[in-house]
């Protein structure tokens, strides 16, 4: 348990934390409809006649969907309901053609699951594990643009019918990290199944917070649920601000009402929307247009045998069988792209490199990504072409401060490093005949201190070393020149 | 040609087939009718000119030797059904103006098949109604009188009374027709003609302006028995835009018609024996008892114990889908929108659904939403569900007794309008025999029987099992040619 504590006048308080996700399905048609569910288009351009509510239309469920919610609680280690209905849930809205969302009330498609999270990357002991209620399949709503017109609000119903997750955890967390913690896993998780993009700023995913304070120990409190929160930052920032108001609140006499309420970015705190007095009466009840949803046997084997090596999994080979630190393995594996780009390097550069290969990715890579302000997507750096930089670096072709070098032009050009080094002769040398003629020249010209060296100024042995380099434009393979200065000064 | 209109589906047919007369004669012989027929109030649109274009199309379509199912056959269509590019309303004012861009499965099949569209029928308001009184255009007037020499305006029955109306008035050969809780049969009785809902499943419901998604079905009425199976062929089969529609093939139903009912056993439920069911029901239902018998069948009594709650669970189920099914009728999207000046949306809402809806529709609004309400959804919406899989069990254990039920299609003859239209539960009534069936998803057809002592016809239904429409269309059909109703309404409009 986390010892996470709000210090209010009278005393310590725990917060009490739970999250609906809301994550839109990857999937290019909507939940009921063929209509396209692409990002940004033109209002109203991806509105079927089933999505507009004409009169007798009907939904028709996307097997696709299905397909991503069931792969998605397989990936949470959840309950899988092999018997799942839609129902309605009825209310007036602009931004609702229906009049009713198809959602799941009664018999989700996904039932209890859990989710590992590490409050620290290089600790094991900091793991948690927090429960995940369930998974239903619903549409999601069209958006109401209230600033077309001067006194009317314009419906865009792109958005209408298409596929949510809503992945609704226990309320197990017990401080701002631990749900900070818990979105992040849980987006890592759907972006390497590919059933959710986890794109908050497009909408992607966005989650409803419930929050509540108490006493350590004592039984819950009354909780507020600030709706669609759609960043981790934003998250974590709603709770801390909803639970010092709760404490505050409770602290000066007052009560805690159960009530919905509102996440104001601008403002950084939660505003009451609606009470639970004010509440819809969402009259469900089982969606008569559809049947129940009965997944059999070969579809959950063919769900399941299509699912990624996850997160966890992945971490714990990594450290395993790879023997990478910790840390590394936790880096590489928390999003699915970097873990793809980590492999297809070791694939072409050999396992048995697997720290060195980590290492520079995380150090030299990462660096220089962030430096360029790309991301690893946009990477000029191929993982076949960082594969080779690091094979010449291990063949000896490359000193250390070549390969930098050589990483430096490849990022600005991005070409094969073999191709750099042959085109500017960054190549290294190990010929003892150069070396040691350029060795001879350096003592030479350094009589003075070739004397002192002698007379045991050992710390001098660098400055030779620095010296035959830099003769040298550091392509001398500095192993080789170690030995024969070593000789050399006798 | 004036005897053209006195033909049904399959005469038509026929007679295109074989050089009789022309499909545009037909068509033009209908659309006069139908303009002479304008004070029984029976077409909400009338489309002379596709049908004449589907005529035209069938005599092509014989000269080069591939004419299709229905080709040559003009139909008028229930304004349930979306018609691509012709006003679609389900009898609401909340939808005048609406013209769909898409053509509902069933009148779709339908042209497919050949068969042309002479307009659409009026109906009652989202087909909830059993007087076709709740349409916002007005009731439509059956073609039928009391022979006492009054003329009171009578009920063509609803919800498809325009479509009832306009067969029984030869203003249709065939027309399509919608049932959610005997909105098919009863007016089919009404007006002395046939009409058989299908196996729920069987049609799809993708363009059918829905009621209660979970009863809606589509089906023909017609003439005769035999016209319905050659509708029927048409409009049914599978269609993957409906969830609920059955992947299964269509039978060839007209192919197989046989009255020859030696080896079946029809049920006679002793529920439906009600108090204060006039005489002549009884006396109808005797006769098709010896109807059925004098072809074969073995008559036996059954039961069906959860009858009398048939009418009270459909009364919470319909009502609490429809709630739900017509939030869409909102103004923001398509059809009526009410708009007070500095109005905000809610009261957009409100000003659109008070103008748009009339008083039955709203009061199954009510009923709907009251029911499905937190704290009442287990009493009512709940406790329906489980009373209705009771019904369904009903039928399952009947059907080890018998092939098909037995009984009349109402408890009356059709009534005059007005006469009920302020008492909804003696409304509600007339569906009394034809719940159970909507409420079980079966086949049932009404079949004309005879007429009453103030002429009216009375029709008897045929219930069976689940996929079986042809036992129940040769059982119709033996039922038919026994009791030989001939009757049909002197032409006073």
Not at chain 2, 74 to 92: H, M, N, Q, R, Y
Request: net charge negative; aromatic share 8%.
């Amino acid at each position: 348990m986390s010892d996470y504590r709000i210090h209010g006048a009278t005393g310590e308080w725990e917060v009490v934390i739970g999250l609906e996700v809301h994550a839109q399905v990857t999937s290019r048609a909507k939940l009921f409809s063929g209509a396209s569910t692409e990002f940004g288009a033109e209002p109203n351009t991806q509105v079927s006649l089933v999505d507009a509510a004409m009169p007798g239309m009907l939904p028709v469920p996307n097997a696709e969907c299905i397909r991503q919610a069931v792969r998605t609680g397989m990936a949470l280690e959840a309950q899988i309901n092999p018997w799942s209905r839609f129902d309605r849930k009825n209310y007036f809205y602009a931004d609702l053609p229906q009049g009713y969302q198809i959602s799941q009330l009664y018999h989700p498609i996904v039932g209890e699951g859990e989710i590992e999270i590490l409050l620290d990357d290089k600790d094991e002991g900091s793991a948690r594990r927090v429960g995940v209620e369930r998974i239903h399949l619903e549409q999601d709503a069209g958006k109401l643009m209230h600033d077309q017109h001067p006194t009317m609000s314009y419906v865009d119903l792109n958005r209408s019918g298409v596929a949510l997750m809503e992945i609704v955890s226990k309320p197990d967390m017990r401080s701002p990290e631990e749900a900070g913690a818990y979105i992040r896993k849980l987006r890592s998780i759907l972006r390497y199944v590919g059933s959710c993009d986890g794109n908050m700023e497009q909408g992607s995913m966005r989650a409803d917070v419930n929050v509540s304070v108490r006493r350590p120990g004592q039984p819950f409190g009354t909780r507020t649920e600030t709706k669609n929160v759609n960043s981790v930052r934003f998250i974590m920032a709603a709770i801390e601000y909803e639970a010092n108001r709760q404490v505050d609140l409770l602290e000066s006499g007052g009560t805690i009402v159960q009530e919905t309420r509102l996440w104001d970015p601008d403002k950084a705190e939660t505003r009451s929307l609606r009470s639970k007095e004010e509440a819809h009466d969402y009259r469900y009840f089982p969606d008569p247009d559809l049947l129940p949803v009965e997944l059999s046997d070969a579809f959950l084997a063919d769900c399941r045998a299509s699912l990624p090596e996850l997160p966890d999994a992945k971490r714990r080979r990594y450290e395993g069988a790879l023997g990478l630190p910790a840390y590394n393995a936790a880096v590489l594996t928390a999003e699915v792209e970097t873990a793809r780009w980590f492999e297809a390097l070791l694939e072409k550069l050999g396992h048995e490199h697997a720290v060195r290969a980590s290492n520079w990715v995380i150090s030299d890579l990462f660096g220089a990504l962030n430096r360029l302000g790309k991301a690893l997507a946009e990477s000029p750096v191929t993982p076949a072409q960082a594969a080779e930089l690091l094979r010449l670096t291990a063949d000896g072709t490359l000193s250390g401060t070549l390969a930098k070098q050589v990483f430096e032009i490849m990022l600005e050009t991005g070409e094969d490093p073999a191709a750099i080094v042959e085109a500017r002769g960054l190549k290294q040398t190990s010929d003892t005949g150069a070396i040691d003629k350029v060795i001879a020249d350096v003592l030479a010209a350094n009589a003075d201190k070739v004397a002192e060296y002698r007379s045991g100024k050992d710390k001098l042995f660098g400055f030779f070393v620095g010296q035959t380099m830099k003769a040298m434009a550091g392509k001398a393979n500095p192993q080789v020149v170690n030995e024969l200065l070593k000789k050399a000064l006798g | 040609m004036a005897g053209l209109t006195d033909l049904g589906v399959a005469q038509i047919r026929d007679g295109v087939r074989d050089g009789a007369f022309s499909a545009r004669e037909v068509a033009e012989a209908f659309n006069a009718i139908v303009e002479k027929g304008r004070a029984l109030n029976v077409y909400t649109v009338e489309t002379p000119e596709l049908a004449l274009a589907a005529a035209d199309a069938a005599d092509k379509a014989r000269a080069s030797g591939d004419l299709k199912p229905l080709s040559g056959v003009p139909l008028g269509i229930k304004d349930l059904f979306a018609t691509e590019g012709v006003a679609t309303t389900a009898g609401s004012r909340i939808l005048e103006g609406f013209t769909p861009p898409y053509e509902s499965t069933v009148s779709g099949n339908l042209k497919r098949a050949g068969a042309g569209m002479l307009g659409k029928l009026n109906m009652d308001e989202f087909a909830m109604g059993s007087s076709n009184e709740t349409s916002a255009w007005g009731p439509v007037l059956s073609p039928w009188r009391r022979g006492d020499g009054g003329n009171a305006p009578l009920t063509p029955g609803g919800s498809s009374g325009g479509s009832a109306a306009a067969v029984a008035a030869r203003l249709a050969p065939g027309v399509t027709g919608t049932d959610t809780g005997g909105s098919i049969r009863q007016p089919a009785a009404f007006v002395g003609i046939a009409g058989i809902k299908p196996t729920y499943g069987r049609c799809s419901r993708w363009g059918m302006v829905a009621f209660a998604s979970s009863l809606d079905q589509a089906g023909p009425m017609a003439r005769d028995v035999r016209d319905c199976a050659v509708m029927l062929e048409a409009m049914a089969g599978f269609d993957p835009k409906d969830s609920t529609s059955l992947d299964l093939p269509v039978p060839a139903w007209e192919a197989s018609l046989s009255s020859d009912m030696r080896g079946k056993r029809i049920g006679i439920p002793r529920e439906y024996r009600i108090d204060g069911v006039p005489a002549e029901i009884d006396e109808v239902w005797e006769k098709g008892i010896a109807c059925m018998r004098d072809a074969g069948a073995e008559i036996v009594e059954v039961s069906l114990p959860h009858t009398k709650y048939a009418l009270p669970t459909y009364y919470i189920i319909a009502p609490a889908e429809a709630s739900s099914n017509l939030a869409r009728y909102d103004g923001v999207r398509y059809g009526l929108r009410v708009a007070p000046e500095q109005g905000n949306l809610t009261d957009m809402y409100e000003a659109t659904r008070a103008a748009g809806f009339g008083a039955e529709v709203k009061r199954r609004i009510m009923i709907g939403t009251y029911v499905l309400s937190a704290g009442f959804y287990d009493a009512y919406f709940n406790r329906a569900q489980k009373v209705r899989a009771l019904i369904a069990r009903d039928f399952e254990r009947v059907w080890e007794r018998c092939d098909l039920i037995l009984t009349p299609t109402a408890p009356s003859a059709a009534f005059a309008l007005g006469e009920k239209s302020n008492d909804p539960i003696a409304m509600y009534l007339n569906d009394v025999f034809a719940v159970p069936a909507s409420l079980a998803g079966l086949p049932a057809m009404s079949v004309p029987a005879g007429l009453n002592a103030e002429g009216l016809p009375l029709g008897l239904q045929l219930v069976g099992k689940a996929l079986d429409e042809q036992s129940v269309l040769n059982a119709g059909l033996a039922l038919e040619e026994r009791a030989g109703f001939t009757a049909r309404p002197e032409a006073w409009w």
